[in-house]
């Protein structure tokens, strides 16, 4: 028998079973659980897709392959310490631990707590991120902790909290897009970042009504040919205008929601006047949308089918992602969208655990249960959970670019604990935050293979994989679900639970950090009782049972598949309609000989591509990363299909190779982010942010392509 769990990869959180396997790779004799000696022989565990209602038995390249990683021969089964000569080596863990501790206090002593970050992951287990955040404010008495979510979901979730006073990704069941007559998809791929999604498109494209907003014919896009809907494809960073275009078209034919907007939202008079600057022919001068597109666009939205607005990183990544954000919400409130049964808004979750990570407490300002860390009431609360005084737990902290941006500096941190993510990878203006981490006195990652980051430790932890651990998930619908423990993991690779509690143990934190993923979830249900993200009402064994666990789930009730039926989450019950408009000067506009860059995901490849690029599958299929370019514009600079290019800004330079296609505009250039080194996307992008959420600019930066001469070649 297999093992029912989850693929670690995405927030669509694919069900799948593993069966474990011997030496050769054969299915071994009752499933029975892998040891440490079949890793490096074949991959551990056999990969069947599971009936669930995310993915229905299918699986994406990715998850196919996931056991392939559990075998990596690079896997870190042994910590590594750094010595004086500079080469990292393997040690023991007590002498690993002891250092970090040892250091760690030192740093305290000398420079006070908030000397000391913590950069978490939403790839971490809601057990772990909980955990996580109670560590760095009990055991470290630090209020620096921020996660890579901050990169993510910052600006739908800001959005959200606005718009309904609650911030989760779907506010429904996935299942409830099957029989959708329209679907509006604004900046989400989803063909090729969750693939089995696209199976919940079907209704939509069968009715003409798949709407996808793209500057780029993604696979997404290209699911609209054959009079399936329509593919819009404005220029970069416009997705605001185009957003006020539609709003307007919808407040002047009369086609809003009267008794809805009336009934259930506030702020209509003010959004009026807002959007009426944005007539359609306007739009079309910013956009490149046609006004007859826009129009048509609108009606179809309006008619009174069931319908769906859903948005993704592509609107969101940006220094104006959160007002972006709500003009989505704003159109689909005008509409009567949320809360309609089989209508809705809903924005799309990437991380495997974006969901959960962000409502647990690894976030600067947030606390168990999506509290506000500053609201009294709720430091109170946790506090009598974790058996301290409310002024033990610090007040906020930093964002995750003013913390990176403090790394050092005097006053800001000199010691880091990563968990879970690859800064020198992911983040924005990686250049410069890969000199933060020179100026650290130490840097401590958590990961299971020599990441970019953790090559750069002085010291690296060594934890667990997915199919060797306990815990729970939420997915980007807000149900919360199990991951179970299908092998043993390696000699010497621990699960950070343990490692938590043995820091936290060396530090002399009285506070308790259990080990157990059933008994850290049992506190955080206490912990999170009461607020937004209750989850008080769910266990692990109803969850073992298949239970369907959405959140808020109170003790004693049944859950919340569908939010907003009756009310929004603010005390009067309404949701928001606040105007929004594009800032003067939030970017700079193009010159002559610059493009503007788009950064996104392929297929085989996930985030940072830390895991992915160690799977040979996925590699050999995308083994490097490819500028792709017009072939109008590539023709202009005088570059050929293939050939070495550099595309180059203030920040930095990426070196790669040129692939030409008309799938993007000609004012464009397309760099996936999965690559580090001379091939990081994010050597280019800015860490301007957005005055709300915090997101950096991802999506719209300016560059220069040029073609690099290669040595030896004619010039």
């Given at each position: ?14 069900a ?38 995310t ?26 310490v ?53 560590f ?39 299942a409830?897009?099957d029989?959708?007559?329209t ?55 416009t ?10 078209v ?63 990183r592509?609107?969101e ?5 959160t ?13 009567g969208l ?80 990563v ?58 619908e ?28 060396r ?48 003790r004693g ?15 009067d ?25 788009v ?15 160690r ?25 050929a ?16 190779r040129?692939?030409l ?38 999506k ?7 073609r ?8």
């Open positions: 028998m297999g093992t029912d769990t989850h693929c670690p990869y995405c927030a669509l959180q694919c799948m079973s593993l069966t474990a396997t011997d030496a050769a790779g054969s299915p071994s004799a009752a499933g029975a659980p892998a040891t440490a000696a079949t890793v490096p022989a074949a991959p551990p565990v056999t990969v069947s897709g599971r009936d669930f209602p993915n229905r038995g299918g699986l994406c390249k990715k998850g196919w392959t996931s056991a392939e990683l559990l075998a990596a021969p690079s896997r870190l089964t042994a910590p590594l750094r010595g004086a000569d500079g080469v990292l080596r393997e040690s023991t863990w007590d002498i690993a631990l002891d250092l970090v501790a040892d250091r760690l206090r030192g740093i305290r002593s000398a420079h006070g707590a908030d000397a000391v970050g913590v950069f978490g992951g939403g790839g971490l287990t809601n057990e772990k991120a909980y955990l996580l955040g109670k760095a404010r009990l055991a470290l008495g630090t209020s620096r902790i921020d996660y890579n979510g901050r990169y993510c979901m910052s600006s739908a979730a800001a959005a959200g909290n606005r718009a309904f006073g609650i911030d989760r990704g779907l506010p429904f069941p996935l409830d897009l029989d959708a007559e679907i509006l998809l604004l900046g989400t791929n989803v063909a090729e970042t969750m693939p089995p999604f696209i199976g919940h498109l079907a209704g939509a494209q069968a009715a003409g009504g798949l709407v996808v907003v793209d500057p780029r014919r993604t696979a997404t896009a290209r699911l609209t040919d054959d009079a399936r809907g329509v593919h819009v494809q404005p220029a970069p960073g997705d605001l205008m185009l957003l006020l275009g539609l709003a307007h919808v407040v002047a034919e009369r086609l809003v929601d009267g008794a809805y907007v009336s009934a259930r939202t506030s702020g209509y008079p003010a959004l009026r006047r807002s959007v009426a600057a944005w007539w359609p022919e306007r739009v079309q001068s910013a956009t490149g949308v046609p006004a007859t597109t826009i129009r048509a666009i609108a009606r179809r939205l309006a008619a009174g089918g069931r319908t769906f607005i859903l948005t993704g592509g609107v990544q940006h220094v104006d992602g007002d972006t954000a709500t003009a989505a919400i704003n159109l689909a409130l005008l509409l949320p809360g309609r049964p089989g209508s809705g808004y809903g924005t799309l979750t990437g991380q495997g655990n974006g969901q959960g990570g962000r409502e647990h407490g690894q976030k600067c300002d947030q606390l168990p249960g999506y509290r506000k860390i500053t609201d009294p009431a709720a430091r109170a609360h946790v506090a009598r959970v974790w058996g301290v005084d409310p002024s033990e737990i610090p007040g906020p902290g930093l964002p995750a670019i003013e913390l990176l941006g403090s790394l050092g500096r005097p006053g800001g941190v000199r010691a880091l604990l968990h879970g993510s690859n800064l020198v990878v992911s983040s924005p203006n990686v250049a410069d935050v890969r000199r933060g981490i020179d100026r650290l006195d130490l840097l401590v990652v958590c990961d299971f293979v020599l990441s970019e980051t953790a090559a750069l430790a002085d010291v690296v932890l060594p934890v667990l994989q997915w199919a060797e651990e306990e815990g729970t998930m939420t997915n980007l807000g149900r919360v679900i199990r991951r179970r423990r299908a092998l043993t993991p390696p000699e010497g690779a621990r699960d950070e639970l343990w490692l938590l509690h043995e820091l936290a143990r530090l002399g934190s009285t506070a308790r950090f259990d080990t157990g993923p059933e008994a850290v979830f049992e506190e955080l249900r206490l912990a999170s009782e009461g607020g937004i993200a209750d989850y008080s009402g769910i266990d692990y064994p109803m969850l073992d049972e298949g239970a369907e666990a959405y959140w808020p789930y109170p009730s049944a859950g919340t598949p569908h939010l907003f039926a009756d009310r929004f989450h603010h005390d019950g309404l949701a928001r309609l606040v105007a929004v408009a594009p800032r003067t000067g939030a970017r700079p506009a193009p010159s002559a000989d610059e493009l503007t860059l950064t996104g995901r392929l297929l085989e490849h996930y985030q940072s591509g830390a895991q992915t690029r799977v040979p599958e996925l590699l050999d299929a995308q083994p490097d990363a490819r500028a792709a370019l017009h072939p109008a514009t590539a023709a202009r600079l005088g570059i299909d293939d050939e070495p290019v550099e595309v180059a800004n203030e920040r930095g330079t990426v070196r790669c040129a692939r296609t008309t799938d993007i505009r000609t004012d464009a250039v397309f760099l996936p982010f999965h690559y580090g080194d001379e091939q990081a996307a994010n050597l280019l992008t800015s860490d301007a942010v957005d005055p709300i959420s915090s997101m950096p600019e991802f719209a930066n300016l560059v220069r392509v040029t690099l001469v290669e040595a030896g070649a004619d010039s």
